[in-house]
């Protein structure tokens, strides 16, 4: 086999690497603004849906978020034990686990803000580039 064929196996031919390495890069960034909300990143995306609907079933936050169950639940956990979200069974069917954002966890949104605002700050992309990258990664998405 020519040297040529292996071509595809360089780190600069994988569309998956920058994806990867611009995703840990652009958490890190967030790490300085989301340690003053006390909220970690998947905590932090988390929030952004309560603030969203209030309540959601554990199962469309994970459609939402692209999470499995063994993620949710430690991060459910952790924002139970913040005071920012509560965790209870559906009264109507018992299998279904509702999450509800608390009076802190609305009180949290305040203070969070001004963070999409400071991590545009931090990107070397124009407006019309992020709209554009953003368009594309959703298209990838799906």
Same mark, same amino acid.
């Given at each position: 086999m020519s040297k040529q064929n292996y071509d595809?196996?360089?780190? %600069?031919?994988?569309l998956c690497f920058p994806l990867y390495?611009?995703?840990r890069q652009i958490i890190r960034k967030y790490h300085k603004y989301l340690e003053e909300l006390n909220l970690t990143y998947t905590q932090y995306i988390a929030m952004l849906v309560f603030w %969203?609907? !209030?309540?959601i079933n554990v199962k469309e936050l994970g459609k939402r978020l692209y999470l499995d169950s063994g993620t949710l639940t430690p991060l459910l956990k952790s924002?139970?034990? *913040? !005071?920012?979200?509560r965790r209870?069974?559906?009264k109507e069917d018992e299998r279904v686990l509702l999450v509800e954002i608390t009076d802190s966890g609305k009180a949290l949104r305040e203070q969070a803000v001004?963070?999409? %605002?400071?991590?545009? !700050?931090?990107?070397? #992309?124009? *407006? %019309?580039?992020? #709209?554009? #990258?953003?368009?594309l990664?959703?298209?990838a998405l799906s």
């Open positions: 595809v196996l360089k780190l %600069e031919n994988q390495a611009c995703s %969203e609907v !209030g309540k924002l139970e034990e *913040k !005071g920012f979200v209870y069974r559906s001004t963070v999409p %605002e400071k991590m545009h !700050g931090c990107m070397n #992309l124009t *407006k %019309e580039e992020a #709209l554009t #990258l953003y368009k990664l959703y298209k």
